[in-house]
């Protein structure tokens, strides 16, 4: 089941091999520890052939680039660019170190850094889809939203209906203002994917931000027979129920959510605003406190916090 579609920065699991006439048993142990889970294990092996001092630049380059995938892998993202900076020292324009040392630079918050990577791929690669992908998610955590679209654009016109590019031009397009075009690519996503829970929950929100409220409740509902254990889409359907003055039925959503997750905060909240629509103002400030408690912000929980005079 897909559940985070957007998530673009994919890092290989399977070690890349210089291109030279034969892989000493060294360097196909660590490949075989690293296909059968022992990253502890390959990362050593990789160690001892690094600090070996017998490998020729090309081999040196294309070990560090392994052992900074592994380090990515086992989620010590700043020993994985070190790695990576020094397998792109030896060989300035070795695609794959730049492709995942952008991936690492995501990881610690430098999607600047990241994108100029996924550039340096795309000059080299200029076919290279995944490149494309990986640059716009950089552009979006920039807030270049025109751009990332843009490269999204490239990316589905070599890869012409690729589900995943789909669901990312889709997301940048609502990010974007472009309602009409995320729903056509929701659409298209559905028809590609299937029934997919996730697909069913962005494609309703973003039908709800476009003023179809009839049709984000089918996607919500789809999203929760596919999943009824989600507590996301229930949120965002409580929350519709009240758009059609429902508040029993957004409380009842409400309260199986924090049945299931009871320090939720905009749960926490979205109830207190029900409670306070039907009158029950104690209950609506106990949601309210709890809700400011776990760290919840919104203009109409501050007003009645000031009012409550817990803020300033």
């Not at 001892?48 to 560090?64: C, N, W």
Request: charged share 25%; no cysteine.
């Amino acid at each position: 089941m897909l559940r985070f579609l957007a998530t673009l920065l994919i890092v290989a699991l399977t070690l890349v091999h210089p291109a030279l006439a034969d892989i000493d048993a060294d360097i196909q142990a660590a490949d075989l520890s690293a296909q059968s889970g022992d990253f502890e294990g390959s990362r050593a092996i990789l160690t001892r052939l690094i600090e070996s001092g017998e490998l020729d630049a090309e081999r040196q380059a294309v070990m560090l680039h392994s052992r900074g995938t592994i380090e990515q892998i086992l989620g010590n993202p700043e020993a994985a660019i070190e790695d990576f900076n020094r397998a792109i020292t030896l060989s300035a324009t070795y695609t794959d170190a730049l492709y995942n040392r952008g991936v690492a630079l995501m990881a610690v918050g430098r999607p600047a850094d990241a994108a100029n990577d996924f550039a340096a791929v795309l000059r080299e690669e200029p076919d290279a889809v995944d490149a494309y992908a990986v640059l716009a998610e950089a552009q979006l955590e920039m807030g270049l939203l025109d751009q990332a679209v843009a490269n999204l654009d490239h990316a589905l016109a070599l890869a012409p209906g690729e589900g995943f590019l789909l669901v990312a031009r889709a997301h940048a397009r609502r990010l974007n203002g472009d309602m009409t075009g995320a729903i056509i690519d929701y659409d298209n996503a559905l028809a590609y994917f299937g029934a997919d829970p996730q697909i069913y929950f962005e494609h309703g929100r973003t039908r709800y931000a476009d003023g179809d409220q009839s049709g984000a409740l089918e996607d919500l509902n789809r999203a929760l027979e596919l999943d009824p254990l989600w507590v996301e889409p229930m949120i965002e359907r409580a929350f519709l129920f009240m758009d059609y003055g429902e508040i029993s039925l957004a409380l009842a959503d409400f309260n199986d959510v924090l049945a299931r997750s009871p320090e939720h905060p905009l749960a926490l909240f979205g109830r207190g605003v029900a409670h306070a629509e039907t009158g029950d103002i104690a209950a609506a400030d106990e949601d309210f406190m709890m809700a400011y408690a776990m760290g919840m912000s919104h203009p109409i929980l501050d007003e009645r916090l000031r009012e409550l005079g817990v803020i300033e």
